[in-house]
């Protein structure tokens, strides 16, 4: 450990300071550790880490113990260009407790030779995993592409860091030295390793949330009608396994337990404090935890960003103490937390309900919800393994939830009603890969937000806050529902029964009315209800009374009883005609309720055909507890619509848990340096707000990108555009360019299919007159025939680039049949997008019409996502129309804008996902 503090950030930063790469992250055993860069001031800070250095920690790094640096090696070591070499730094607490750097190799730019050192006592806490996976992003980012390594052939831990970093190592030995070189790429093994490191570094910080071995409950007090009341009580009531301490000075005793004026003053070690105090003490009481050590805080009191500036400097306050305290917070501005484990028996909340042990883990970003929430799941019978409040999530957030939830075995379903995003890009990542593995179901708030931007192209005004919510949850496989009601329909059925192998399902009911809603709803959500074979509907009609219809629905007639629902339920679950089985029950009297329901549950029990069963109970009277199961869960709905709205989610789900995760294609023919030096140029003129390029720029970026185009000339006079037209020995198309024309249509600024030099003069006339402000007329070949459609991209401020596909033409606002999907593309998101857009049956030659090249508009598709990956400094971009020719044909980009602005920067937080950084 250093004897000297650094600061966490940097408040003079020296020429070409990366500031976006400072970052908070989580180490490997919780707590958590500032990485930035290095800079000029930390040379004292510095010094004292290698004269701390431990004698073998020393000889790994420099190959001899040395206990000091030289000032030419100080210089150098943190007087740094930022690009050819670097270092990051690690800090805890103001201590630097590690370090990591390259230096490019003179005759190689685009190689490195990299060193790492950590303290001795921070060793084994992921401090160096942090570090290479730091330094090899940025590295990746300003164009370096393969370290060097000397190690030590003792060095065990280096090289395991290296290796457990999932990047492939090529070794060589030489006199006890090791050689090893590292490709800086981001391969599919590296970012397996990041994201299981952050994983468990994430999951291990939370701990002391959800399973503190003490807790203080600071402002608890004696009325039990205040919050802190409830909450202190809620801890006691509910029987907490380990010591809890009220903190109040201005009391001696809360429910006959002695209180304590300060956290301070508590006599054992706290894990977890409740902070309950007005919002003007809430920074003091904290920085008091800090000192005493505490873990974790859950800060109840609001006041903060919700309530305006002021507040908001306070919260950004609150979150430095915490950050380098090491501490977890949850809220401010929050209910609290639970946990229905028994080993903990934890109730932090301050609602009047605690939920029964489930397997079923939930957040709530409101805390008024979270209170409802809790109140219906039990009402429900919904089991909670742990529920959270999240508040203002300034520190704990909803994807850290997911990153403690994945492992977590006592969640098998993930719940999130969320108001915003903190870093979709981060959520979109992890939500995919635990969704593998289990269900996350969300109520994203906020569909209809009013005050949609001004848009500036077709593509910008068919993008939506809503639209990128509705892309991420579809590429992450989030189940997204509407209301809270749909949200508790759909976790009933996923916590209890297995995922749907098909679309398949029967329907038994004892009336025929039922029997019609159920299919009706059942068809509307894209569900199959397949008549059943000759064969079962005669097994069926064995022991069925004669009026009972059995080839699906089954309607057994107001006569079946008990015996009848058990019977043709265990039948049906034994079939492999269908995949899920809804039994509908409709009372038509009070005699036989229970008997019915208890034939039904005790069918379900005795089947283990793995098939999804949903019960639906028509009675205001609510289910009878005859049906519920302890052995064979099932969920019982009050309609078929509400069974079959959550079926079908079940079913959506299973199949894209089914469907291949896709890949991003890396094209081998794309000119990047010949797009580079076309935008460069344009670039200078470009401010903040965009500017959009000019159509020969445009057309230069589309060919090097390996998209066709037609022959084109931008001309300023009416002989030029004679001229050309006579060279493209073919019919043109004239369009104005004009900045005040951003759909050249709408004001009479083109026209099509000319051919002749009269024609070409009078459209020359025709479209520089339709406009106040002409710049110049694009002349362009006329394609003809084939299918129009739009590709195009919007940059949204937190969720990055939108690619949108649809019809295209003047039709595609009309219409607004068209499909979003988040950069960057996989093949699979490419066919997704096409089969999603109704209109793209065209491409297939619906009803005998001419089929379109649909592996050509694939293509393009993934050429624009590189594009949009290889040149962040392109923000809005419209091709329509495309023109989509015969198979095999291609596709022609007939039209096209592209808008551009300045990126600053080597990382664009809405662009690149760095795993672990908080």
Sequence with gaps: MTDTTVPSTIADRPPHYPEEWEQDAVLREGGTVHIRPIVPADAEALQDFVANMSSESSYFRFFRVKRELQPDELKSYTELDYQRDMAFVAVVEGNLIG???????????????????????????????????RIAAYARAVGVERFRAYLLADNHAMMRVFRNAGFPLKRAIDEGVYTVDIPTEESDAVLQAEGKAEQISTAASLLPLFYPHSIAVIGASRNRTSIGGRLFNNIINADFRGPVYPVNPKTAVVRSIPTFTSVKDIPGPVDLAFIIVPSPFVLDVV??????????????????????????????????????AGMRMVGPNCMGLLNTDPAISLDGQFGPIMPPRGNVAMLSQSGALGLAIIDYATELGIGISTFVSVGNKTDVSSNDLLL????????????????????????????????????????????????????????????????????????????????????????????????????????????????????????????????????????????????????????????????????????????????????????????GVAET????????????????????????????????????????????????????????????????????????????????????????????????????????????????IPQTAVVDTVEEATRFAAK??????????????VHKSDVGGVVLDVAGDADVVAAYEKVTHAVPDPEGVLVQEFVAGGHEILIGMVEDPNFGPLIVFGLGGVFVELIGDVAFRIHPLTDIDAREMIGDVKSARLLEGYRGGEPGDIEGVVDALLRISALIEDLPEVFEMDLNPVKVGKPGSGVVVVDARIKVRPAHGTWIPSRTDLPSRL
């Design 404 to 591: 403690y939830w994945e492992e977590d075995p006592n969640t098998d379903v993930i719940l999130l009603y969320l108001e915003s995003f903190g870093n979709p890009r981060r959520f979109a990542r992890i939500a995919r890969r635990i969704g593998i593995k289990k269900p996350i179901i969300a109520v994203k708030s906020g569909r209809t937000a009013a005050g949609a931007k001004a848009a500036s192209s077709h593509t910008g005004s068919l993008a939506s806050l809503d639209t990128a919510v509705d892309a991420l949850f579809e590429q992450a496989g989030v189940i997204r529902v509407d209301t809270l009601e749909e949200l508790f329909n759909v976790a009933s059925l996923l916590s209890s029964q297995p995922l749907p192998k098909g679309r398949r399902v029967g329907v038994i009911t004892n009336a025929g009315g039922p029997a019609i809603l159920a299919v009706d709803a059942l068809e509307s959500q894209g569900l199959e209800v397949p008549t059943l074979s000759d064969t079962l509907q005669g097994e069926l009609r064995s022991f069925l009374s004669g009026d009972a219809a059995v080839a699906n629905p089954i309607d057994m007639i107001a006569a079946a009883g008990p015996a009848e629902y058990k019977r043709a339920i265990k039948m049906m679950l034994a079939s492999d005609e269908i995949d899920a089985l809804i039994a509908v029950y409709i009372p038509a009297s009070d005699l």
């Design 597 to 708: 329901a208890t034939a039904i549950r005790e069918a379900v029990e005795e089947s283990d055909d793995g098939k999804t069963f949903l019960s639906v109970y028509m009675n205001s009277a609510g289910v009878p507890s005859e049906l519920a199961s302890t052995e064979a869960k099932f969920p019982a709905f009050p309609f078929p619509e509400r069974a079959a709205m959550a079926l079908r989610k079940a079913v959506e789900y299973s199949e894209w848990r089914e469907a291949p995760a896709g890949t991003v294609q890396h094209f081998e023919d794309i000119d990047r340096d010949g797009a580079r030096r076309a935008l460069d140029e344009a670039l200078v003129s470009a401010d903040a707000d965009g500017e959009w390029l000019d159509p020969e720029v445009v057309d230069a970026i589309l060919v090097a990108y390996g998209l066709s």
């Design 287 to 324: 920085r008091e935890c800090a000192e005493k050590g505490v873990k974790g805080i859950v800060v109840i009191s609001a006041g903060f960003s919700e309530v305006g500036e002021s507040g908001a400097e306070a919260e950004k306050e609150l979150l430095k103490i915490t950050r380098e």
């Design 728 to 741: 493209v020995g073919g019919p043109v198309v004239l369009k104005v360019i004009s900045p005040s024309a």
């Design 99 to 133: 370090v990591g750097r390259y230096n490019a190799v003179p005759s190689d730019p685009t190689s490195a030779e990299i060193a790492f050192s950590v303290a001795d006592e921070y060793q084994g806490k992921g401090v160096g995993t942090l570090l290479v996976f």
